[in-house]
C-alpha cells in the first residue's frame, strides 16, 4: 500500500486562499469617519426614542402629594396643580412641613413619632420592655397600623388625611408635652390632631378638631374615620400568642364583647365606648372620652396560615366610624392607650379597660382575678417578669402540694382495698 505524502502545492494553495481572503476583509473595514456616523445615527435614535417616551409620561402623569414636597411657593404652574388637586387644602402642601419629616418625643415609657405626612404616629415604642428574642417592643412600626379621616368637601373632592401633610409643633404645659399637628387650609383655618403626653403614662390624651371648616368639609357626606393595625408577633409561641389575640370593645353601657378568634369576622355594632386591638401581653386601645361612637364597623382577619411557619403578624384589625359634626365642625375628644396588657394598669383609668382581658370563665376568673394576677403583680413588683413567673408557679406548686398529697394518700388506699 502507498503511504501518502505531503502535498506542498496543496498547502500553498490554502495559504493563498486564506491570504486573500484576509486581505478583502481588510478592503471592506469602514474607515473612521464611518464608524463615527454610525455611531452618530445610532445615538440620535436613542435620544429621539427617549424623548418621546418622556413626553408620554409627562403627559399621563398623575397629580400626588409625593409631588409636592420639593415644590417652592413661587412656582404658579405648581400652584395651579396643588389647587386643581387638594381644592382649598392646597395650601398645606405648600409649606416646609410638607414633607415625610417625623417628630419624636420619648415620655419614659413611651417612645412616639409623628409623621408629617397623615399626623398620627408612625411610630410606638414601648421602652420598658423586650420580646422573647430580646428586641424592643414595637406596636407601630414600617406601616404596619394607619389612621386616617376620609371626607368630601364643598367642591365635590373626596380627601384623605393619611395622603395630607400637616404642620407639626411642639410645647409643653407643666411636666405634659403637647403635639400639635395641623392640616391647614390657611394659618386660621385647618383640621388639628391635637396630643398630650404625661411623663410614664401609656396614655395619650388626643382630639380631633377643626377651625373655620364648615363652609369646606362636606358635611352632608359622612366623615369616615378608620384605625386598622396588623398586630406584631412578639411572643416565641406564634399559636400561643395568637390565641390570646382579639379584638375586644365595650358598647351598650357596659356590655364587653371581641370579634372571632380565627379566620375572618366583621360586626356593626351601636355606642361603641372603647375598642382594644388586644394582644397577648400589649394592646392598643382608642377611647371615646365625650361620647361614645354612634356606630362602628368593627373587622378582624386571622394573618397566621400555618403556626408551624415564623410569622411576623398575627392578626388584622380595623374600626370604622363616622364622625359626629358639632356645629359643623369636628370636636372629638379621645384617648390612645399604648402599652402592656396589665390589669393593674389598665384600671386606674377608670374606663372598665381592665374587662379586655380574658380572665377564664366563673370560677377560674375569680381565682385568676383575685389570685394570681395580685400575686403576679406583687411579684413583678421587684422581680424580673421571668423570676416572678417561675416563682409564682413555685409557691402555687406548693399550695397545691397538700391537696395533692391527701389524693395520693386516697389513691393508694384504694389500691390495698381492691381486691385481687
Do not use: C
Not at 47 to 56: G, I, L, M
Not at 286 to 293: C, I, M, T, Y
Amino acid at each position: 500500500m502507498e503511504e501518502k505524502k505531503l502535498d506542498v502545492n496543496s498547502i500553498i494553495g490554502f495559504v493563498l486562499i486564506f491570504g486573500i481572503l484576509l486581505f478583502m476583509l481588510w478592503q471592506s473595514k469602514p474607515s473612521e469617519e464611518e464608524i463615527a456616523a454610525e455611531e452618530k445615527a445610532k445615538q440620535e435614535q436613542l435620544d429621539a426614542r427617549n424623548a418621546k417616551e418622556t413626553t408620554k409620561k409627562e403627559a399621563t402623569k398623575v397629580v400626588t402629594t409625593e409631588d409636592f414636597s420639593n415644590v417652592t411657593v413661587s412656582d404658579s404652574l405648581q400652584q395651579i396643580a396643588f389647587q386643581n388637586k387638594l381644592g382649598a387644602f392646597a395650601y398645606s402642601a405648600t409649606l416646609p412641613s410638607a414633607t415625610n419629616k417625623e417628630t419624636t418625643i420619648d415620655n419614659g415609657v413611651l417612645k412616639l413619632k409623628f409623621s408629617n405626612k397623615g399626623g398620627h404616629l408612625s411610630e410606638v415604642k414601648l421602652d420598658q420592655f423586650v420580646d422573647f428574642d430580646s428586641l424592643p417592643i414595637y406596636l407601630v412600626k414600617n406601616k404596619n397600623a394607619s389612621f386616617n379621616i376620609n371626607f368630601g368637601t364643598t367642591d365635590s373632592r373626596i380627601l384623605n388625611t393619611e395622603d395630607l401633610y400637616f404642620q407639626p409643633s411642639v410645647s409643653k404645659s407643666g411636666e405634659n408635652t403637647i403635639v400639635s399637628m395641623k392640616l391647614k387650609v390657611s394659618e386660621t383655618q385647618f383640621l388639628e390632631y391635637l396630643y398630650v403626653i404625661k411623663p410614664n403614662d401609656y396614655m395619650i390624651d388626643f382630639s380631633i378638631k377643626s377651625q373655620g371648616l364648615s363652609g369646606i368639609i362636606n358635611s352632608s357626606q359622612d366623615i369616615n374615620l378608620d384605625w386598622t393595625q396588623k398586630t406584631m408577633r412578639h411572643d416565641q409561641s406564634v399559636s400561643y400568642e395568637n390565641r390570646y389575640t382579639r379584638l375586644t370593645y365595650q358598647h351598650d353601657d357596659g356590655n364587653i364583647d371581641k370579634l372571632a378568634q380565627g379566620g375572618e369576622d366583621e360586626e356593626v355594632e351601636k355606642d361603641v365606648e372603647w375598642l382594644s386591638f388586644r394582644q397577648h401581653f400589649f394592646s392598643s386601645i382608642l377611647v371615646a372620652d365625650n361620647r361614645p361612637f354612634k356606630s362602628v364597623v368593627l373587622g378582624s382577619k386571622d394573618l397566621v396560615e400555618d403556626e408551624k411557619v415564623d410569622t411576623l403578624f398575627t392578626k388584622q384589625f380595623s374600626a370604622k366610624t363616622a364622625l359626629v359634626l358639632s356645629g359643623n365642625e369636628i370636636n372629638e375628644n379621645l384617648k390612645l392607650y399604648y402599652g402592656p396588657t396589665d390589669s393593674k394598669i389598665l384600671k386606674k383609668y377608670d374606663k372598665n379597660l381592665e374587662e379586655s382581658i380574658p380572665l377564664g370563665w366563673g370560677l377560674f376568673g375569680w381565682i385568676n382575678e383575685y389570685l394570681f394576677i395580685p400575686l403576679f403583680g406583687f411579684l413583678s413588683s421587684f422581680l424580673p417578669f421571668g423570676i416572678a413567673i417561675i416563682v409564682m408557679t413555685v409557691l402555687i406548686k406548693l399550695a397545691m402540694s397538700f391537696v395533692q398529697y391527701k389524693q395520693y394518700l386516697s389513691q393508694m388506699k384504694m389500691k390495698v382495698l381492691k381486691p385481687n
